[in-house]
């Protein structure tokens, strides 16, 4: 099976920059993703991960260690719209289907003036 | 862009009654994949499908069914609804790459009395 941990809520103000974590264990890890998801709304691809190293994208970066089971979410100057749940997902070709995702809990994001 | 539909956005049904939760997806994706969502447990997968007329069982799949007789739909089946299938539920579609992000529906929000 897989664990994947990442803090249940964090609490940042607007104009700053905050880095939201996740760590998993899996034995045939192949990609980490990151979503957004505003409340009551669907997630929404930010990025994703397979190879060490940090990928930017605007204001979001994502970074993967795979030694380390470990990946986060940079989010710059931080704004108001930013205020989501972060979802971490993490693909593993060890298990029956090679294209599921296995989803953490998510990471409520609070975004204060 | 893709799009990802799904049949209704609420729904209320009495325990014991089938349901039939449907989804379409309008960009030629392989695969498709239900969720459910539930607070504190996050995501997680129930039942998915990379080709037509093939399914295999997610995380949770006891108490669903589902059906994919062409392409682009694919329906969740509660055969016999229980008041603990109360839950946002999430379709996904993704193109037959591991690599491939899953696009979300807009999800359905299934109250059983």
């Given at each position: 099976g897989?664990?994947?941990?990442?803090?249940?809520?964090m609490?940042?103000?607007?104009?700053a920059?905050v880095?939201?974590?996740c760590?998993y264990?899996?034995?045939?890890?192949n990609g980490?993703f990151?979503?957004?998801q505003h409340?009551?709304?669907a997630?929404t691809f930010?990025?994703?991960?397979v190879?060490d190293?940090?990928e930017?994208?605007?204001r979001f970066?994502s970074f993967l260690?795979?030694?380390k089971?470990y990946s986060?979410l940079?989010?710059?100057?931080?704004?108001m719209?930013?205020?989501a749940?972060y979802?971490?997902?993490?693909?593993d070709?060890?298990?029956a289907?090679?294209?599921q995702l296995?989803?953490?809990k998510?990471t409520?994001?609070?975004?204060?003036? | 862009?893709?799009?990802v539909?799904?049949?209704?956005r609420y729904l209320v049904k009495r325990?014991?009654?089938?349901v039939f939760?449907e989804?379409?997806?309008?960009?030629d994706?392989?695969?498709m994949?239900?969720y459910?969502?539930?607070?504190g447990l996050?995501?997680r997968?129930?039942?998915?499908s990379?080709?037509?007329?093939?399914?295999?069982?997610?995380d949770i799949?006891?108490g669903?069914?589902?059906?994919?007789e062409?392409?682009?739909r694919f329906?969740?089946?509660l055969?016999s609804a229980?008041?603990?299938?109360?839950?946002?539920y999430?379709?996904?579609s993704?193109?037959?790459?591991?690599?491939?992000?899953q696009?979300?529906g807009?999800?359905t929000?299934?109250?059983?009395?």
């Amino acid at each position: 099976g897989q664990n994947i941990d990442q803090p249940t809520e964090m609490t940042a103000t607007e104009g700053a920059i905050v880095q939201i974590n996740c760590t998993y264990q899996t034995s045939g890890f192949n990609g980490l993703f990151w979503y957004q998801q505003h409340a009551g709304e669907a997630p929404t691809f930010l990025s994703y991960n397979v190879l060490d190293g940090l990928e930017e994208k605007g204001r979001f970066s994502s970074f993967l260690s795979r030694s380390k089971g470990y990946s986060y979410l940079l989010l710059k100057e931080l704004q108001m719209k930013d205020s989501a749940s972060y979802l971490c997902a993490v693909r593993d070709l060890s298990g029956a289907g090679s294209y599921q995702l296995t989803f953490g809990k998510g990471t409520k994001l609070s975004v204060i003036p | 862009d893709v799009k990802v539909t799904q049949s209704s956005r609420y729904l209320v049904k009495r325990t014991g009654e089938k349901v039939f939760l449907e989804c379409v997806q309008d960009m030629d994706h392989e695969n498709m994949f239900w969720y459910r969502q539930d607070p504190g447990l996050g995501l997680r997968l129930i039942y998915f499908s990379y080709d037509v007329k093939m399914k295999e069982k997610g995380d949770i799949p006891e108490g669903y069914s589902v059906s994919r007789e062409k392409k682009e739909r694919f329906s969740l089946i509660l055969e016999s609804a229980s008041t603990n299938q109360t839950s946002m539920y999430l379709c996904a579609s993704s193109l037959g790459s591991v690599d491939n992000e899953q696009f979300f529906g807009p999800g359905t929000r299934l109250t059983v009395l």
